[in-house]
């Protein structure tokens, strides 16, 4: 019975941080001595991390880990007796935290974290080259130099030689699909011409960005003219990583 009501309170606390986080810390008797269990979570989105090392860091218990699975779940048992225990969470591409968190002997006690992209210094640089581009015709995909898994701003500047000339700005994470959007002539309906990317609309010259929630490899930006007259397009695009 023991096992069977211990097992419901860790689903529950997989569920709701208000089931089992700072307020409420301790699940109650563990069949597995003492115990601590929890979950990790992106601190932007919430999104649950997979693979994500748990290790005690202090006391008797130093050492011991787990790594968090597909749904972000961990949990470390049989630990030895010990008040306060220090547990770090380390994933590549995230800041690596260090958490406390009292543990009672023969108890189950939640320890939840919330991890950040990891802070890389710098700006990286990609030139638009100027390139006249035709009404609803194929556009242009210009690479962007990122850093590798990493979060951030994806900013670029653009000019714009007619300035009520309307630019579709798609942003791929994959070359052959930023080539094909680019190769077709645009349709009325931007889901119809490029599906399943992020895309904006804006009218002349100017800062656009994409800010990007997700550690990436390598991305594009593709180009096209909605409307209009032809024009020349030529610019920079920055990408920063997340602060």
Wanted: hydrophobic fraction near 40%.
């Amino acid at each position: 019975m023991t096992v069977l009501r211990n097992a419901f309170v860790v689903a529950l606390c997989a569920l709701s941080l208000a089931a089992c986080g700072k307020d409420n810390p301790l699940f109650g008797p563990s069949p597995f001595g003492t115990a601590i269990a929890g979950f990790v979570s992106t601190k932007d989105t919430g999104a649950r991390l997979q693979n994500v090392k748990v290790t005690i860091t202090s006391g008797p218990n130093a050492g011991k880990s787990a790594v968090t699975a597909f749904d972000g779940t961990y949990q470390i048992n049989y630990l030895s007796p010990a008040v306060d225990v220090q547990v770090s969470f380390e994933k590549d591409g995230f800041e690596k935290i260090v958490q406390t968190v009292t543990v009672t002997k023969d108890q189950l006690t939640s320890l939840n974290a919330q991890m950040g992209f990891e802070k890389i210094p710098g700006t990286y640089e990609s030139v638009i080259p100027a390139t006249t581009l035709e009404p609803k015709a194929p556009g242009i995909a210009v690479p962007i130099t990122v850093v590798p898994n990493r979060a951030g701003l994806i900013k670029f500047y653009v000019q714009v030689s007619d300035p009520s000339a309307w630019t579709i700005y798609y942003l791929y994470y994959d070359e052959r699909r930023a080539t094909e959007c680019a190769a077709k002539p645009e349709l009325d309906s931007v889901a119809v011409a490029c599906p399943g990317n992020i895309s904006t609309a804006t009218r002349g010259s100017g800062f656009r960005d994409f800010n990007i929630q997700m550690p990436i490899t390598t991305a594009w930006v593709v180009f096209k003219n909605w409307e209009g007259s032809a024009y020349v397009l030529s610019g920079t695009i920055r990408y920063v990583p997340a602060n």
